[in-house]
T-cell receptor
Framework: EDKVVQSPLSLVVHEGDTVTLNCSYE??????LLWYKQEKKAPTFLFML????IEKKSGRLSSILDKKELFSILNITATQTGDSAVYLC??????????FGAGTILRVKS | NAGVTQTPKFRVLKTGQSMTLLCAQD?????MYWYRQDPGMGLRLIHY???????AKGEVPDGYNVSRLKKQNFLLGLESAAPSQTSVYFC????????????FGSGTQLSVL
């Protein structure tokens, strides 16, 4: 059975801390891995990763994929209270379906 | 641009009642999806459609039906609501093979008492 596992399930940090969120996966027909940020409403797209070892960066956020070990990490440096959200990892399988992990709840305290 | 619009935003049902959730997109996307989100379980795919007139089952289809009579609309029906269907429902749409451009609606909070 295809699955996507995220860890930790939740964490609380202070502003300025660096956090690393993890996503491991077991899917049959891997095409890409995506990260989303969800603040109360609809998820918003952060990154799509298709190749191992190539870091994607957007401001203080970065992500990398390891297709051999079947995992990805999302790093957030110098966290701010506005980073508080649920971070979702999803794997895109051939066949046009996304398989989502349960998410990591991040709370950044000021 | 409206993007993906879901109606209603909130609904409370009694066990056994029926209802339909409507999703409308104005981006001419071929693919549309219905997900449910429960605490600690992420987003789970209920049904999806790869084009007008087509539908397919996702991960958790039981108790739901869908229809895609028009390309821009995707309806999710609950024939006989159960408390286990209390959840937040998200509709999404995309072009084929473009899941990085998956657009979500703002969600429907459904409570079944």
């Amino acid at each position: 059975e295809d699955k996507v596992v995220q860890s930790p399930l939740s964490l609380v940090v202070h502003e300025g801390d660096t956090v690393t969120l993890n996503c491991s996966y077991e899917v049959t027909n891997f095409r890409s891995l995506l990260w989303y940020k969800q603040e109360k409403k609809a998820p918003t797209f952060l990154f799509m990763l298709t190749s191992s070892g190539i870091e994607k960066k957007s401001g203080r956020l970065s992500s990398i994929l390891d297709k051999k070990e079947l995992f990805s990490i999302l790093n957030i440096t110098a966290t701010q209270t506005g980073d508080s959200a649920v971070y979702l990892c999803a794997v895109d399988e051939y066949g046009n379906k996304l398989v989502f992990g349960a998410g990591t709840i991040l709370r950044v305290k000021s | 641009n409206a993007g993906v619009t879901q109606t209603p935003k909130f609904r409370v049902l009694k066990t056994g009642q029926s209802m339909t959730l409507l999703c409308a997109q104005d981006m001419n996307h071929e693919y549309m999806y219905w997900y449910r989100q429960d605490p600690g379980m992420g987003l789970r795919l209920i049904h999806y459609s790869v084009g007008e007139g087509t539908t397919a089952k996702g991960e958790v289809p039981d108790g739901y039906n869908v229809s895609r009579l028009k390309k821009q609309n995707f309806l999710l029906g609950l024939e006989s609501a159960a408390p286990s269907q209390t959840s937040v429902y998200f509709c999404a749409s995309s072009d084929p093979g473009r899941n990085e451009k998956l657009f979500f609606g703002s969600g429907t909070q459904l409570s079944v008492l």
